[in-house]
């Protein structure tokens, strides 16, 4: 989602026009859920996606279209139908998808400036979407934002009331479609992104970092070598630091619940040291790379030093899911792999 908010803010900037084609409603069983969404350019380009196949390419066709015409639309997909099931598609629910134009105007750089400022600050925030209906066709559409706050950037047309049920659901983790006089509104929920912490820049964090900003985190690299941790080797991350030593691992961080502490130092005791920082933090998840053996030699050194059953328990160790990975870029696979895992059952 991040990579769709800099290209809208890419798009503008250069005064071309696009579509915001984003799922608002789903049932059955379909290829994405609702607030999955991708852009539409004039010449048919697509940058995310709603699921592939006939939704998509038929979001894709009409885009084009209405970019044309400098219009919007609301397409209804049904996956059940005898046409559809004819193509061997295998989901069989329905879907709606609103198809926003979105003009290269001021107002609009302002609002979807401010979407991508969200993403890149890790603040929590809404995209909002206001779309009036006329004579159950599109008609105008306005954008906004709502920080955590409830302070509203934009121009749109909500009452009071209307303003206050929007505030009242932004703080929420899912998309929600609210009902209003003439149209109803679109609240997509930015929420804190997820933010991995590597300490060590080794070899398997090179993949790891890559692989971890692929996926929507926001990456940060730590190590006590300079020649290791630095831009060059991590043109991913978003922040790189290097240590004096890893015995100051977490100074100056402020860890929450939505953060992944990933330990993959050069050797057991610096892992130990790290490990021992991150379980005195609220990290929703620590996930340190080594054997078994090493793994219970540096648990047996904790459990000295007075930490608990409870706070072992925290720790994914060996780091990743089991695929039998061997080289540098598999071990990034299945690490990233259980911390996608992780992050969706956090979301249910």
Same mark, same amino acid.
């Given at each position: ?38 852009? %539409?350019?004039? !010449?048919?380009?697509? &940058? #995310?996606? @709603?699921?592939? /196949? $006939?939704?998509? =390419? ?72 206001? %779309?009036?209906? !006329?004579?159950?066709? &599109? #008609?105008? @559409?306005?954008? /906004? $934002?709502?920080? =955590? ?200």
């Amino acid at each position: 989602m991040r990579n769709i908010a800099h290209t809208a803010c890419e798009l503008l900037a250069s005064n071309q026009p696009f579509v915001m084609a984003t799922i608002i409603s789903h049932s059955g069983s379909t290829p994405r859920t609702s607030g999955s969404k991708m852009i %539409v350019t004039a !010449d048919g380009r697509g &940058v #995310g996606t @709603i699921g592939g /196949g $006939i939704i998509e =390419a038929g979001a894709m066709k009409k885009a084009v279209e209405l970019i044309e015409h400098g219009q919007s639309a609301l397409i209804p997909f049904d996956l059940s139908v005898e046409s559809v099931a004819s193509m061997d598609m295998i989901c069989g629910g329905q879907a709606e998808v609103l198809l926003d134009y979105i003009a290269p105007m001021p107002s609009n750089r302002l609002v979807f400036n401010n979407w991508r400022e969200l993403f890149t600050s890790g603040a929590s925030g809404s995209l909002l979407t206001v %779309v009036k209906m !006329d004579k159950g066709k &599109v #008609g105008d @559409i306005h954008h /906004g $934002i709502v920080s =955590a706050c409830g302070e509203i950037i934009g121009d749109l047309p909500l009452t009071a009331i209307e303003q206050d049920q929007v505030e009242a659901v932004a703080s929420s983790s899912m998309i929600q479609t609210l009902s209003i006089i003439g149209g109803f509104v679109v609240v997509e929920p930015v929420g804190m992104i997820c933010r991995a912490f590597i300490f060590g820049a080794g070899h398997v964090a090179q993949p790891t970092a890559h692989l971890a900003a692929l996926v929507g985190f926001s990456v940060l690299v730590a190590d006590d070598r300079e020649e290791f941790a630095n831009v060059q080797r991590f043109p991913d991350a978003g922040e790189i630091r290097v240590l004096e030593s890893f015995k100051e691992s977490f100074e100056g961080l402020d860890l929450g619940p939505d953060d992944y502490v990933v330990i993959l130092t050069r050797g057991h005791l610096h892992d130990k040291t790290v490990l021992a920082q991150a379980l005195k933090t609220p990290a929703g998840y620590i996930g340190m790379i080594g054997s078994r053996r090493k793994r219970d030699a540096i648990y047996s050194a904790l459990f000295e030093e007075g930490y608990t059953q409870a706070d072992i328990d925290r720790v994914h160790s060996p780091i990743g899911i089991s695929i039998d990975a061997e080289t540098s870029e598999e071990i990034g696979v299945s690490i990233i792999g259980e911390m996608i895992q992780h992050r969706a059952q956090a979301k249910k």
